[in-house]
Structures are given as C-alpha cells and as structure tokens.
C-alpha cells in the first residue's frame, strides 16, 4: 500500500487507523498511531500502528520501521518513568495475532526475561 488513505478490507488495526473504528488516540502523527490494548498485558499495555499498511516488521521499510520505534519510546520515556518493554511479534510462532505491523509498549510494572 502506498496511501494511509487506503485500507485492506479485512484489517482491524487498518479500519482503525483510518477512522472508521473509533479508539481514543494515545498518540498521533501522519503516520502513526497509538491505542490502549484491549487485552492488557501489563498496567499500561498501547499498540502502535503505521497508518499504512505492512503485515509484519518484516515487509516494511526501515525508515518507517525507525519512526514506528521512536514514537513508541518517546511514549514509554515520557508514560514510564521506571521503565518499559517494546515489543514486536512477528508470525504464527512469534505470537503475532493482527497480521498488521504494530509494536506493543509494555509497563507499569517489573517485566521478567525470558519473556515466555
């Protein structure tokens, strides 16, 4: 897709970035946006989706990739003082259950490794 004013018909998270399923933004820009997770992880657990759409990390490109990490770190700096995990699942065995690309922003408290 090379338009955010596209959407794949059968994509939540692409419904979503267009507008056409409302969520209340917890950060915006052209390209990006952020969201409370429906199925919390952790005390604060947002997703951030490119407003375009790529199925996995894996067919977008770098500098989108880039601006996707940096939205969600300066979100975790500036919500989460004592820290945070960015993750990014990717496929069937990586646990990725919206085959659209999006990064999950985890915190509010200790996070244990291995993740699991």
Sequence with gaps: MSSSSQVVADCLFCKIGAGLIPVKPLY????VMAFADI???APTHVLFIP???YANGGEAPAELLGHLL???????KAQLAGGYRIVMNTGEH??????HLHLHVLGGRHMAWPPG
Excluded: C, I, L, S
Excluded at 70 to 76: L, S
Excluded at 94 to 99: E, L, W
């Design 51 to 53: 407003k375009t759409h």
């Design 28 to 31: 915006e820009d052209e390209r």
């Design 39 to 41: 199925h919390p992880q």
């Design 94 to 99: 990586g646990g990725q259950t919206v085959d």
């Design 70 to 76: 940096h939205a969600a770190a300066a979100f975790g």
